[in-house]
């Protein structure tokens, strides 16, 4: 009976207010429920828009959604072409993508965002001149991100992804990939701000399905906003069944295998525009025998028997393996491998000491130069510049 009465009261009450400010609140509410509806629609406009504007690509998106009472919108269907050219494989697809405020971080007086992406689609293709080739991953996908995402993304989350490599200057055609992808980046800003303390403010962890049945770990630290690349990578790749890459092997060896699996290790480290680094792939229980209908030409034939012979005689016997440690260096498009240092590796694993598939954890980023040397390489040379040692009297050499 209390909530009976009161609820007429309480309408008596308003209806007793000035009319003026009766057609006020009213007016408000119509204007709010409309902006409301016409939120999602304003959005999707002003991100179709942008998305036309990247240089060489062109993008849409099917619908976008606005979650008011969690701070959050979402994005459906968002795809990216390249505009121009011969390349038939999306850039970058997402079914759904969902960006919310980090409640988490409003205590601390941070207003910065979640970032999920569910099902996406990475695609880079090489082929052989620019008009059939996307490949690009630079600064302009940046300022995308900035517009599509304002707030600066503290926590990004990837579930279900594909990352694919196609490369269309091979016979036959390469094409790998990792699938079930799943990552998880902290720390990331998409725009100048308050750093983090330390050396890389960012962290990513990865992992997903390769071809072939094999399994990827990957670890990332990196400073986004800095000129120049600046990270440290490491990664792992676990039990591949070989068979499986047989197009990649036959388009970079001309060679391929009836049995056999991989494995790999390597880390990478840049800054200032230099980078260092080794991977460490091993093969085991390899097999060159002719598979079921394979036909080849005598030249193939002889050159896939001095490889099988070659690979025979420097696996480890014990391990039944065939493994090397091949380091780079250098400056971003301009690497050097180091080529004699990989064939002694070769002869190291297979009949002095072998390598373990591990991650050495050998590199670090402020060792590195411009260039790609090793700043460590000098310290232990003497410096002509540096002033002598103080002289030192027999009495002063002399032990206590």
């Known amino acids: 009976m209390l909530k009976t009465k ?9 209806l ?5 400010v009766l057609i006020a609140l009213a007016a408000l509410l119509v204007i709010g429920v409309a902006a409301r509806i016409a939120l999602p629609y304003v959005v999707r406009h002003q991100l179709n828009t942008r998305l036309q504007r990247i240089p060489g690509y062109s993008g849409s998106v099917d619908s976008v959604g606005i979650h008011l009472w969690r701070g959050a919108y979402s994005i459906r269907g968002l795809a990216i072409f390249r505009r121009e050219g011969q390349v038939r494989e999306p ?3 997402a079914p759904h993508i969902d960006f919310s405020l980090a409640w988490r ?3 601390h007086g941070k207003i910065v965002s979640d970032v999920a992406i569910e099902g996406s689609q990475l695609n880079f293709v090489q082929g ?3 008009a059939s080739s996307q490949t690009d991953l630079d600064r302009r996908w940046q300022e995308v991100v900035q517009h599509i995402f304002p707030i600066d993304i503290t926590r990004l989350t990837i579930n279900r992804g594909l990352l694919r490599y196609v490369n269309t200057t091979k016979t036959p055609n390469v094409d790998v990939f990792i699938r079930n992808l799943h990552a998880t980046a902290t720390g990331l800003r998409n725009r100048p701000g308050e750093r983090d303390a330390g050396e890389f403010p960012a962290k990513l962890e990865a992992e997903g399905d390769s071809l072939g049945g094999g399994r990827l770990w990957l670890a990332l630290e990196a400073e986004p906003l800095a000129v120049d690349p600046h990270f440290h990578l490491s990664v792992k790749l676990e039990e591949v069944d070989l068979t499986a890459l047989n197009d990649s092997l036959k388009a970079y060896a001309n060679v391929d295998v009836s049995r056999g699996t991989f494995r790999l290790a390597g880390e990478m480290a840049g800054r200032d525009g230099g980078f260092q680094g080794y991977v460490k792939p091993f093969f085991e229980n390899l097999d060159f025998s002719d598979l079921p209908g394979e036909k080849q030409s005598l030249g193939s034939r002889i050159w896939e028997s001095i490889v099988a012979a070659t690979a025979w005689v420097l696996k480890n016997k014990s391990r039944d393996q065939l493994a090397t440690r091949i380091p780079f260096q250098g400056k971003f498009g301009d690497p050097k491998i180091g080529l004699l240092a990989t064939i002694g590796n070769l002869f190291r694993h297979g009949f002095i000491r072998a390598f373990n598939p591990t991650i050495e954890g050998t590199l670090h980023a402020d060792n590195i130069r411009a260039d790609g040397s090793d700043r460590k390489a000098d310290a232990s040379k003497p410096n002509p510049d540096a002033a002598p040692p103080p002289a030192t009297t027999p009495s002063q050499s002399k032990k206590p």
Do not use: I, K
């Open 6 to 14: 009161t609820a007429p009261r309480l309408v008596r009450r308003v």
């Open 16 to 20: 007793a207010w000035p009319r003026q």
């Open 91 to 93: 850039f970058f697809l």
């Open 105 to 107: 971080e409003l205590v």
């Open 128 to 130: 052989p001149d620019n």
